[in-house]
């Protein structure tokens, strides 16, 4: 089985900034797409970026100029750098892979548990 564990939420003043990060585990053979999710209270989970294996970046456009999306495919992870942080950036995020395992073989969609990031004066 695959596990893909966040961290590095937590409670930061407006225009801080924090970094996420989320570490792949398991039977793994491939990691393709991997991205970074959001879910404010009350509201639709969200698309916040995605990077590709080749490390083509996408975000949406709430995000542009002050997130950065990167992964490091040696060791699994997929880290967001969040600078400028603004209140309505408040939400869980989470962390979203396609993924092919060994055992069995095949690729599948995976998510993590989920990190909070409280932006707040």
């Known amino acids: 089985q695959v596990q893909l564990v966040e961290s590095g939420g937590g409670l930061v003043q407006p225009g801080g900034s924090l970094r996420l990060s989320c570490v792949a585990s398991g039977s793994i053979v491939t990691i393709y797409d991997m991205a970074w999710y959001r879910q404010a209270p009350g509201k639709q989970r969200e698309l916040v970026a995605t990077v590709t294996s080749d490390g083509i970046t996408n975000y949406v456009d709430s995000v542009k100029g002050r997130f950065t999306i990167s992964r490091d495919n040696a060791k699994n992870t997929v880290c967001l750098q969040m600078n400028s942080l603004k209140p309505e950036d408040t939400a869980d995020y989470y962390c979203?892979?396609?993924?092919?395992?060994?055992?069995?073989?095949?690729?599948?969609?995976?998510w993590g548990q989920g990190t909070q990031v409280t932006v707040s004066s």
């Open positions: 979203n892979a396609d993924i092919t395992t060994r055992w069995p073989w095949r690729t599948s969609n995976y």
